[in-house]
């Protein structure tokens, strides 16, 4: 970072406009940025405060480099309650075009982000390893980075930012709308923390009281699939089941505006 | 890649069991994998778009194939030619069999002694239906691996990138229909015309193609150099 504004002042005396390989958010030319993985999670497992404290965890990490001031959103959806409608991750997160820290285009609509039509689905948005970088501009570690045994241990990850941590919470079907009621597929709509009762504890074991979470991957590698926002659930909803498959309760940041 | 190895080898010497150990030693032995029935090529013809026609793209899979012990399989280069009079289009999907498909390493380092190579499957690869589609394959950059289990360089990896992978096809596997050249006239030019290519690595161009991300201009070897690739292609097993 700082190397890049040394070498944007240098570019600036020499008359040059920065290029587009250095220019980012926040920087004169640069485009701003209005999506981030977060670069943290917010620790309690699947328990996010519900959606307003996963929107605000999205907004404090925003806040903490200079982006605080555009209204940020969880990509997350909620299972229909009674008395309480389904929420849509997908429209949540405004109209696009979003752009990460590089000033790289993720898609340019929901529609491209989530390839509403076959044609688009086919050809993909622009979300892979080398894109899908946090607020601070890392590339979240994926499924080959750095595999050592205890890469599944909450107390192991915390503590070593390298390890694979690509699964990203979304709650989220493929098309970015949330699953119907029943099966949990959001940590009871993020406010969860529990692990599922013994005998409970596989993943494809969906049950009404399994706690259990849909994600994807930045990487864009894992599940057979490589789905971005719905690959598949967890073995539960505590810090410690979310890491098992190799993902710490990270999320998707959008700004809306 | 050798990036990838060290830390590979930094976390086996420093946190794993003798058992884990062991495994890492034994494990280039199953590279290729017995099971390979996909490939990128480690090498290309050489002759920018003139492959000798799907002949000899065939005949080019087939030789690599057997450079690593895989010759008693059929191989198949992922590649349409369009419609001529009197000689009707070809479409890559329907030359490769059915599959499903395993690349040259057998599983990846993994403690939990997973298959991580999960399979492709036909439908996925070209998302026949609407899920497919979204949901994507398990076609990534560390699946598409050479006849040596190679990665393929890709973007962000040294340079020269060789991650424009021909195949002259349209996203759903098959030929264009339309009177542009988009197969280095059906892969016997090495000078005017054009290829379609997909990403062996998934990125550029704004998506995710693996097999019909953007157009070259020029089928010399020296212009498909210029946009990102050697000439590469795919090549799958179709027994």
Not at chain 1, 69 to 75: G, I, L
Not at chain 1, 172 to 190: E, I
Not at chain 2, 33 to 44: K, N, R
Request: charge should be neutral.
């Amino acid at each position: 970072m700082k190397t890049a504004v040394v070498l944007t002042a240098i570019l600036a005396l020499l008359g040059l406009a920065p290029s587009e390989a250095i220019a980012q958010h926040g920087m004169p030319g640069g485009t701003p940025m209005t999506f981030f993985v977060t670069s943290e999670p917010i620790g309690d497992g699947g328990n996010l405060g519900g959606l307003a404290g996963a929107d605000a965890h999205c907004q404090k990490l925003a806040q903490a480099v200079g982006a605080g001031n555009r209204t940020w959103r969880a990509y997350l959806s909620t299972q229909a309650r009674p008395g309480q409608p389904a929420v849509n991750a997908r429209d949540r997160i405004g109209n696009g075009p979003w752009y990460n820290f590089d000033g790289v285009m993720i898609a340019r609509d929901v529609a491209h982000l989530h390839g509403d039509t076959i044609e688009l689905a086919r050809l993909g948005n622009n979300l892979h390893k080398r894109s899908g970088l946090t607020e601070k501009g890392q590339i979240v570690p994926g499924l080959n980075d750095y595999q050592v045994p205890r890469d599944g241990e909450w107390e192991y990850v915390k503590t070593t930012p390298y390890t694979n941590r690509h699964e990203m919470l979304t709650g989220s079907q493929l098309d970015g709308r949330a699953y119907p009621p029943g099966t949990d597929y959001a940590c009871d709509n993020w406010t969860s923390n529990r692990d599922p009762a013994p005998g409970q504890a596989q993943i494809g074991q969906e049950g009404p009281n399994r706690p259990n979470a849909q994600i994807g991957f930045p990487d864009r590698n894992g599940g057979g699939n490589g789905s971005w926002n719905s690959s598949h659930g967890t073995t539960g909803c505590s810090q410690t089941a979310l890491v098992r498959t190799h993902g710490v309760g990270m999320f998707y940041c959008f700004a809306v505006n | 890649m050798k990036t990838i190895c060290l830390w590979i080898l930094i976390g086996s010497l420093a946190g794993a069991s003798t058992v884990f150990a062991q495994e890492q030693a034994t494990l280039p032995d199953r590279i290729p994998s017995s099971l390979m029935t996909f490939f990128v090529t480690s090498e290309p013809i050489g002759d920018g778009g003139n492959l000798g026609g799907l002949a000899g793209a065939d005949a080019h899979c087939q030789k690599l194939a057997a450079a690593v012990g895989r010759g008693d399989k059929t191989w198949r280069a992922y590649l349409s030619t369009q419609a001529r009079p009197g000689q009707p289009a070809v479409n890559a999907r329907d030359r490769i069999g059915k599959g499903p498909w395993y690349s040259a390493k057998e599983r990846v380092p993994d403690y939990l002694k997973r298959r991580l190579s999960r399979p492709m499957v036909q439908s996925q690869i070209h998302g026949d239906t609407l899920a497919e589609a979204q949901r994507g394959s398990n076609m990534q950059k560390e699946f598409a691996l050479t006849e040596k289990g190679e990665l393929v360089n890709g973007i962000g990896d040294p340079m020269p990138t060789r991650h424009d992978i021909l195949t002259g096809s349209q996203p759903d596997g098959r030929a264009f229909t339309d009177a542009a050249d988009h197969t280095c006239n059906n892969w016997t030019s090495n000078g005017a015309g054009s290829a379609q290519v997909g990403h062996s690595d998934r990125i550029g161009n704004g998506n995710q193609s693996w097999n019909s991300s953007h157009a070259t201009t020029g089928c010399s070897q020296r212009d498909l150099v210029s946009w990102g690739g050697v000439g590469l292609f795919y090549c799958f097993a179709i027994d």
